[in-house]
């Protein structure tokens, strides 16, 4: 509705120029808004406020003008100027009802699906040999519900799960499992470990305290960068490891990464020597105490000098930024990014600045080509520090899921229901997932939030079991009626009050979702999806469905099947399941 009475807007001040009744080179500022008083009309715009001094006019004039030549449209019931010059617009209730009916009768629910781009979506990105820990939970369900919806939108989407697959640790994990395999009296390329952080952490104690052991793990260090094949083995078996643990946390969380998606360090290595190369031929890069070095004016160091930026050791090996500028580089090439999306730490910021602005300055990628850091904040305790257990360690995401599956349990015990112990059991564990994945796309991803059990359980408020709910409650209405959601053809009646605000939210489900693409935030969709649980909710209270006379009837189930279509996609769209019992 915004864009529509925006494009009127622009018509007409285009065609005020043409005419010469404003100025030829007025640039004008337009923007529209909801009115937050509705006797105000549904949308309103301070066009002729904020451009009026450049146009030579009065500002209540300069709105009078815009309303007399403003394009005959469907949309618009009337308009009238109010205060100093803001033009309120009050939309056509037909329109609004062939809208919603369009919208129903729409595979996508009237979402357009022009977007027809390759994306690379990088997120998740955990580390091999260790499992993965609430650090890795907002970069992989963020990302994930940006992969999801950019795919909705027509887009070819590339997941890319960079995961830390190559370095020196590698020596000493590989020296481990060797020793480890030996105790079992086991093969090592047939060993499992049950558990990876231990395995970690023995193979770093045992780094740092015995020389003999760090002496052979420096050792397969060398001779697995060197290509051999039993540190090759050894090395492939740590990786299978992980992603299998991996694979088991991304399923339970409903995340749609597979192994398929992973595209580790060690997979630009072999570009590494020739990038590095090609830098210093083209004087992009210089020799400095050994090392090889790109200076940036772009960043400055504390004295004011250009920034140095090592992308080889003087030992010979390669860092991130080497990596980064290689990963860039295949995925314009080698994939053929149109776009492509980074889900990471904001603190990596500076790091993928500098990394980036190298590949520019090498033409590796275009600068038509969209590198964007989609940087997000930490999960806080309540006490406002980052998430930690109770005895200060890092808290791993399995036992973070499983705490939410005894608290979800302990709560659903509290409530009455007629499901049977399978189905609660489905209900306890589809709700408490939810719930840690709502919590943390709800909140804008550029800011630290706290994470708070109590809250994102909650049957009320901004959360998944509020959202679960209404859905829930929609199903049940028909399951009363008897009435098949998709059976609906009647016309629509919007004459209440609450069933015209219900109809302009769910027409406004393009709009965000398109938002959520651009911009990469999903808690856009958050709360456009809690706003229009909000606006259901106050429907079904003031508008009676089945005991209503049939005509509207008719028009209020309509409204209602849209609705839940609307929340069981958007919830899709952030990967989260809807229930039809609760």
């Not at 999960?379 to 005894?406: C, H, Q, W, Y």
Request: glycine letters at 6%; charged letters at 25%; hydrophobic letters at 40%.
């Amino acid at each position: 509705m915004k864009e529509r009475i925006q494009q009127l807007l622009e018509e007409t001040i285009s065609q005020l120029k043409q005419r010469q009744l404003l100025p030829a080179n007025l640039s004008a500022q337009i923007m529209v808004d909801k009115t937050r008083d509705k006797t105000h009309g549904d949308l309103a715009t301070n066009v002729a406020m904020v451009n009026a001094k450049a146009a030579g006019m009065k500002p209540r004039d300069f709105a009078q003008m815009i309303i007399e030549h403003l394009p005959t449209s469907d949309l618009v019931e009337k308009t009238e100027i109010a205060g100093p010059g803001f033009i309120n617009f009050y939309l056509n209730s037909n329109w609004l009802a062939s809208q919603v009916e369009q919208m129903s009768h729409s595979a996508t629910l009237g979402v357009q699906q022009d977007q027809h781009q390759t994306i690379v979506v990088d997120y998740s990105a955990p580390n091999v040999a260790k499992e993965m820990h609430v650090g890795h939970i907002r970069s992989t369900i963020i990302g994930d519900a940006v992969v999801r919806t950019l795919e909705f939108l027509g887009n070819k989407v590339i997941r890319a799960n960079h995961i830390g697959d190559w370095g020196t640790q590698f020596g000493m994990l590989i020296a481990n499992l060797e020793d480890v395999a030996q105790q079992q009296g086991l093969d090592p390329t047939h060993i499992s470990l049950a558990n990876l952080e231990e395995f970690y952490r023995e193979a770093k104690q045992r780094y740092d305290s015995d020389e003999v052991f760090a002496e052979r793990a420096r050792n397969y260090v060398v001779r697995l960068q060197g290509g051999d094949e039993y540190c090759n083995t050894l090395w492939r078996k740590l990786v299978d490891i992980t992603l299998n643990h991996n694979q088991s946390v991304y399923d339970r969380l409903g995340v749609s990464l597979t192994k398929q998606n992973v595209m580790g360090e060690s997979l630009y290595n072999d570009m590494l020597p020739g990038i590095v190369d090609d830098l210093l031929q083209r004087h992009i890069a210089e020799e400095d105490h050994g090392a090889t070095v790109v200076f940036l004016p772009e960043f400055k160091n504390k004295d004011g000098d250009p920034m140095g930026v090592i992308i080889r050791k003087k030992d010979g090996g390669y860092l991130y930024t080497t990596t980064d500028i290689a990963c860039a580089k295949y995925r314009y090439e080698t994939l053929g990014a149109d776009r492509v999306l980074y889900f990471i730490d904001s603190r990596q910021h500076q790091h993928l600045m500098q990394a980036w602005t190298i590949v520019r300055k090498a033409g590796y990628v275009p600068e038509t080509i969209p590198l964007e850091h989609h940087a997000f904040g930490m999960m806080l305790g309540k006490d406002g520090r980052p998430f930690k257990t109770r005895s200060g360690g890092t808290v791993k995401l399995v036992d973070l899921l499983d705490e939410a599956e005894s608290r979800a349990t302990e709560l659903l015990a509290t409530r009455d229901t007629d499901l049977t112990e399978q189905e609660l059991a489905e209900v306890t564990r589809t709700i408490a997932i939810a719930s840690v994945k709502y919590a943390d796309l709800s909140k804008n991803r550029t800011t630290d939030y706290i994470f708070d059990w109590d809250n994102m359980l909650a049957f009320n408020g901004n959360t998944a079991p509020y959202l679960q709910y209404a859905y829930a409650r929609i199903a049940a209405i028909f399951r009363k009626s008897a009435i098949a959601m998709d059976s609906l053809q009647a016309p629509l009646y919007l004459e209440q009050e609450q069933e015209i605000a219900l109809a302009q939210k769910l027409i406004q489900f393009n709009e965000t979702v398109h938002q959520v693409a651009a911009k990469g935030m999903p808690h856009m969709l958050c709360n456009y999806l809690y706003e229009l649980c909000g606006l259901f909710m106050s429907f079904y209270e003031a508008c009676p469905m089945l005991s209503a006379e049939e005509k509207l009837k008719q028009s209020r189930l309509q409204l209602a099947a849209l609705s839940a279509k609307v929340i069981q996609r958007g919830l899709g769209l952030l990967g989260i399941q809807t229930l039809e019992r609760m």
